[in-house]
């Protein structure tokens, strides 16, 4: 069955860098566009980007814009998202998920488990 | 970005009784609209897309009709399990953008 498992919490200082990653099983991994999700403790889901495992090729929502970075590696059939000059306000959990359908027929239909990354002095 | 207004932002119900959910997006979307379910400490879940589209496996007491601006998410009769936040979506453009969410509590 199709799985999404993600890497574990992490807690980071500001300004530092963090890289979650999203394992997919169950299905081909190139096969599917996978989607950043996050999350602020107490608050509601914010979209971030994708990436396309099979061309690499990304899109981020503004807002993250030269910060996110989105990549995947075919070998090991694992997706990544890095953020980067972390803030406190950057403390949430991130979510992968897998985006399947066409325009009209979009939909998420698997999430990982989420990853909470902690910004803190 | 297109901007996704959820009312209520919350709601009180009884096990048993027919709840209603709406989401207006600022633009219009066609049917490019989802529903999420999501429960404390859990990733969300997928109950309807393409506005009106049961996923499979999703109970047949929940719904969901619109299209353009205006959408809807049914809950025909409410189950103690069903007690939770729901999220619209819209995958129409980017960036996708989620609407604030609705907390579903028991009365």
């Known amino acids: 069955q199709v799985q999404l498992v993600q890497s574990g919490a992490e807690v980071k200082k500001p300004g530092a860098s963090v890289k979650v990653s999203c394992r997919p099983s169950?299905?081909?991994?190139?096969?599917?566009?996978l989607h950043w999700v996050r999350q602020v403790p107490g608050q509601g889901l914010e979209w971030m980007g994708w990436?396309?495992?099979?061309?690499?090729?990304?899109n981020f929502a503004q807002k993250f814009q030269g910060r996110v970075t989105m990549t995947g590696d075919t070998s090991i059939s694992t997706a990544y998202m890095e953020l980067s000059r972390l803030r406190s306000d950057d403390t949430a959990v991130y979510y992968c998920?897998?985006?399947?359908?066409?325009?009209?027929?979009?939909?998420?239909?698997?999430w990982g488990q989420g990853t909470l990354v902690t910004v803190s002095s | 970005a297109i901007q996704m207004t959820q009312s209520p932002s919350s709601l009180s119900a009884s096990v048993g009784d027919r709840v209603t959910i709406t989401c207006r997006a600022s633009?219009?979307?066609?049917?490019?609209l989802g529903w999420y379910q999501q429960k404390p400490g859990k990733a969300p879940d997928l109950l309807i897309y393409?506005?009106?589209s049961l996923q499979s496996g999703v109970p047949s007491r929940f719904s969901g009709s619109g299209s353009g601006t205006d959408f809807t998410l049914s809950i025909s009769s409410l189950q103690p399990e069903d007690f939770a936040t729901y999220y619209c979506?819209?995958?129409?453009?980017?960036?996708?953008?989620f609407g604030q969410g609705t907390k579903l509590e028991i009365k």
């Open positions: 998920a897998r985006l399947v359908g066409y325009s009209g027929e979009r939909r998420f239909d698997y």
């Open positions: 169950g299905y081909t991994f190139t096969g599917y566009y």
């Open positions: 990436i396309n495992p099979n061309s690499g090729d990304t």
């Open positions: 633009q219009g979307i066609r049917n490019n």
């Open positions: 393409s506005a009106s």
């Open positions: 979506l819209q995958d129409y453009s980017y960036p996708y953008t």
